[in-house]
T-cell receptor, first 113, second 115 residues
Framework: DTGVSQDPRHKITKRGQNVTFRCDPISEHNRLYWYRQTLGQGPEFLTYFQNEAQLEKSRLLSDRFSAERPKGSFSTLEIQRTEQGDSAMYLC???????????FGEGSWLTVV | AQTVTQSQPEMSVQEAETVTLSCTYDTSESDYYLFWYKQPPSRQMILVIRQEAYKQQNATENRFSVNFQKAAKSFSLKISDSQLGDAAMYFCAYRSRGGNTPLVFGKGTRLSVIA
C-alpha cells in the first residue's frame, strides 16, 4: 500500500494557461475524489468517480475544470484558462467503497500569477 | 445540505496536557459517519478517529477520544497527553452513510503545542 500520490506537488502558472494534475489512488480503491483547499479553509468537494464513472460534480467545478479517470485507475484534473482565483491546493483522495475510510494524498499546490 | 462548524480557529495546549476541540454539525439524517482528520504543515491529511452515528459508544484511538452527542449534534475531540507532534490543523468532517455523498469538512482548528 503506497498511499495516494499526486503529481506535481507544486505548480506555478501564468493566468490563462492550462494545467493538469494527476492522482494515483491506492490500488484497488474504486472511489476517487478531488477536493480544493484554500488557505485557512477546510477542503471543498469538487467531484468523485466510482471506477471510471464520474458520479457527482460540485457547482464549484466550473466548465473550465474537467476531470477524468480512464480505465478506473489514475485520474487527471485539468484546469483551462487559469485564473488567480484558482490558486489553491488540489487534494485527491480514494476509498475502497462508499462506506470505507477516505485516504488523502499530499495535494498539488497551484499558484496562478 | 449538511454543514460542519468548528468554532475555534486556533487552540493551544501545553505539552502533556489535555485539550478538547469542538465540532457541531447540522443534518436531518439519522445514520452517518463523523471523522476527525489531522493535517500537519505541508503534509497530507490523515484520519485521526472515526465515529459511526448508530454506535452510542464513543470512539477511542490511543490518546485520542471523542465525545459524540447525537441529540446535540456535537462531536468533540479530546487529545490527552499532548505531544509536540500533535501540532496541526484538525478538521471535523461528516459523511452520509448512504454512500453517494462526499465528506463535508469544517473550516478547521489550528492546534499549537507548547513545550
Amino acid at each position: 500500500d503506497t498511499g495516494v500520490s499526486q503529481d506535481p506537488r507544486h505548480k506555478i502558472t501564468k493566468r490563462g494557461q492550462n494545467v493538469t494534475f494527476r492522482c494515483d489512488p491506492i490500488s484497488e480503491h474504486n472511489r476517487l475524489y478531488w477536493y480544493r483547499q484554500t488557505l485557512g479553509q477546510g477542503p471543498e468537494f469538487l467531484t468523485y468517480f466510482q471506477n471510471e464513472a464520474q458520479l457527482e460534480k460540485s457547482r464549484l467545478l466550473s466548465d473550465r475544470f474537467s476531470a477524468e479517470r480512464p480505465k478506473g485507475s489514475f485520474s487527471t484534473l485539468e484546469i483551462q484558462r487559469t485564473e488567480q482565483g484558482d490558486s489553491a491546493m488540489y487534494l485527491c483522495a480514494s476509498s475502497l467503497d462508499s462506506r470505507n475510510t477516505i485516504y488523502f494524498g499530499e495535494g498539488s499546490w497551484l499558484t496562478v500569477v | 445540505a449538511q454543514t460542519v462548524t468548528q468554532s475555534q480557529p486556533e487552540m493551544s495546549v501545553q505539552e502533556a496536557e489535555t485539550v478538547t476541540l469542538s465540532c457541531t454539525y447540522d443534518t436531518s439524517e439519522s445514520d452517518y459517519y463523523l471523522f476527525w482528520y489531522k493535517q500537519p504543515p505541508s503534509r497530507q491529511m490523515i484520519l485521526v478517529i472515526r465515529q459511526e452515528a448508530y454506535k452510542q459508544q464513543n470512539a477511542t484511538e490511543n490518546r485520542f477520544s471523542v465525545n459524540f452527542q447525537k441529540a446535540a449534534k456535537s462531536f468533540s475531540l479530546k487529545i490527552s497527553d499532548s505531544q509536540l507532534g500533535d501540532a496541526a490543523m484538525y478538521f471535523c468532517a461528516y459523511r452520509s452513510r448512504g454512500g453517494n455523498t462526499p465528506l463535508v469538512f469544517g473550516k478547521g482548528t489550528r492546534l499549537s503545542v507548547i513545550a
